[in-house]
């Protein structure tokens, strides 16, 4: 009994890129939970200058008491969890013979990194409309695309999506967050038209609009843009009405 009564649970709290001291003894700690399924710290025992890097679940066991935890949140995301620490043997519970849903969509969006954000050009006589995704140089995030809605008008159109390397001429909005309230994303939207057609090199994927319809694209893994690139939306044919909605998250680099 004077073993178990020895294990206690530590909330912790931490910031991106800060850390949160816990002064205890004991020669086990176990990162137990958190609300990101995708929280990652690190671990610096009385101050050691090695380190241990814990997903949720994992643990491990010293051959020596510890007296101080400095515990980083290494994660993209605020973190909001618990840590483990007292008497006992490492096991790791991210795999226990179940299979757990965990709702990394949600955490992502109460993180305020799950953003949406659309954009429409009207048809322009002998011209091509395009609506683009833009990641400014410098932004210090990655842009996880997870889907794209595209619309049209009364002209049907295939368009195709192609990557960009500078910021279309028609800033419509920054991206909005997912979270009510949330701040704005610094991915923009923007939009213009064009007299060059889209050509199939280069095209990730393509979509066929039908007349006044709309039609979503899901992707299985992401659409990754680094800073300085861009996903355009790209009408291929000429004097057509083009809606693009994007969907994403975004890593801190």
Same mark, same amino acid.
């Given at each position: 009994?004077?073993? #178990?009564?020895?294990? @206690?649970?530590?909330?912790?709290? #931490?910031?991106?890129?800060?850390?949160q001291? &816990?002064?205890?003894?004991? !020669?086990c700690?176990?990162?137990?939970?958190?609300?990101?399924?995708?929280?990652? &710290?690190?671990?610096?025992?009385?101050?050691?200058q $090695?380190?241990?890097?814990?997903?949720p679940?994992? $643990?491990?066991?010293?051959?020596?008491?510890? @007296?101080? %935890?400095?515990?980083?949140?290494?994660?993209?995301?605020?973190?909001?969890? +618990?840590?483990?620490?007292?008497?006992?043997?490492?096991?790791?519970?991210?795999?226990?013979?179940?299979?757990?849903?965990?709702?990394?969509?949600?955490?992502?969006?109460? $993180?305020? &990194?799950?953003m949406? =954000?659309? =954009?429409? &050009?009207?048809?322009?006589?002998?011209?091509?409309?395009?609506?683009q995704? %833009?990641?400014?140089?410098? /932004?210090?995030?990655?842009?996880?695309v997870?889907?794209?809605?595209?619309?049209?008008?009364?002209?049907?159109?295939?368009?195709?999506? @192609?990557?960009?390397?500078?910021?279309?001429g028609?800033? #419509?909005?920054?991206? #909005?967050?997912?979270? /009510?309230? $949330?701040?704005? *994303?610094?991915?923009?939207?923007?939009?213009?038209?064009?007299?060059v057609?889209?050509?199939? +090199?280069?095209?990730?994927? +393509?979509?066929?609009?039908?007349? /006044?319809?709309?039609l979503?694209q899901?992707?299985?893994?992401?659409?990754?843009?680094?800073?300085? *690139? =861009?996903?355009?939306? %790209?009408?291929?044919? =000429?004097?057509?009405?083009?809606?693009?909605?994007?969907? %994403?998250?975004? !890593?801190?680099?």
């Amino acid at each position: 009994m004077g073993i #178990i009564a020895s294990v @206690q649970s530590y909330d912790l709290n #931490i910031p991106v890129g800060q850390s949160q001291a &816990i002064d205890v003894a004991g !020669d086990c700690v176990q990162f137990i939970s958190a609300i990101d399924p995708f929280a990652v &710290i690190e671990i610096r025992p009385n101050f050691a200058q $090695g380190n241990i890097t814990l997903k949720p679940g994992q $643990g491990m066991r010293f051959s020596e008491q510890v @007296q101080r %935890w400095i515990v980083f949140n290494k994660g993209s995301v605020a973190l909001t969890g +618990a840590l483990l620490i007292g008497t006992g043997d490492f096991f790791d519970q991210r795999i226990s013979g179940t299979v757990d849903v965990i709702d990394g969509g949600k955490a992502r969006t109460l $993180g305020g &990194i799950a953003m949406m =954000g659309y =954009g429409v &050009i009207a048809a322009v006589a002998a011209k091509f409309s395009r609506v683009q995704l %833009w990641n400014p140089a410098g /932004s210090g995030k990655r842009l996880c695309v997870e889907s794209v809605i595209g619309s049209t008008g009364a002209t049907p159109t295939f368009m195709y999506a @192609q990557y960009s390397a500078a910021p279309l001429g028609t800033l #419509i909005q920054n991206g #909005i967050s997912k979270m /009510s309230g $949330g701040t704005a *994303s610094v991915a923009t939207i923007n939009v213009d038209t064009t007299a060059v057609s889209a050509v199939w +090199a280069g095209t990730l994927f +393509a979509i066929s609009l039908p007349a /006044s319809g709309s039609l979503p694209q899901k992707l299985v893994e992401p659409i990754v843009l680094m800073p300085g *690139s =861009g996903l355009i939306m %790209w009408a291929t044919t =000429g004097n057509a009405d083009l809606g693009t909605s994007f969907e %994403w998250y975004e !890593d801190v680099i």
